[in-house]
């Protein structure tokens, strides 16, 4: 098991700290740390602040997620789904949303706004052929296998 260390923003200290709501869960549910509820009109979005920053060892990274519920009750989503906070990234972490949905979507604060998954990244280097190796579906991307 990974610890991760995570600091409590100045004002932000009635906000609960990202948690799994459930045993099998994947990610950590953000809260949203706005002073005053924010409308999301449809198709807006807007930077939504968390309270939190995180410090990851190296080769360890955070994914911003949408919360399903959101996104199937409100249309409201993650729009650089996911968003990645790196290893070396020491700011407040922030969730972009944006309102899909028909109607005005309100948000207050504490609200969970999005879950956070970590990962390993691969240390990789690139490097140049001028040939790659084949495979049966070779460059078949995007529907190439029907319905």
């Known amino acids: 098991m990974f610890e991760i260390a995570v600091k409590r923003l100045p004002g932000c200290e009635d906000l609960p700290l990202p948690r799994k709501m459930s045993r099998g869960a994947s990610g950590l549910d953000l809260h949203a740390a706005v002073d005053q509820p924010v409308t999301l009109t449809p198709g807006r979005w807007k930077l939504i602040p968390t309270g939190i920053a995180l410090e990851m060892p190296e080769g360890v990274e955070a ?4 919360r399903s519920g959101l996104a199937l009750k ?3 989503t993650v729009l650089n789904s ?15 949303l944006i309102n899909l949905g028909d109607e005005p979507f309100v948000l207050h604060r504490g609200d969970r706004i999005a879950q956070l998954v970590f990962g390993r990244v691969l240390d990789v280097r690139l490097k140049e052929v001028e040939r790659l190796g084949f495979t049966e579906r070779g460059g078949g991307g995007f529907g190439h296998t029907g319905k």
């Open 63 to 66: 994914q911003v997620r949408p």
């Open 74 to 76: 409100h249309g409201v």
């Open 82 to 96: 996911p968003g990645t906070i790196d290893s070396d990234y020491r700011g407040e972490v922030g969730v972009i």
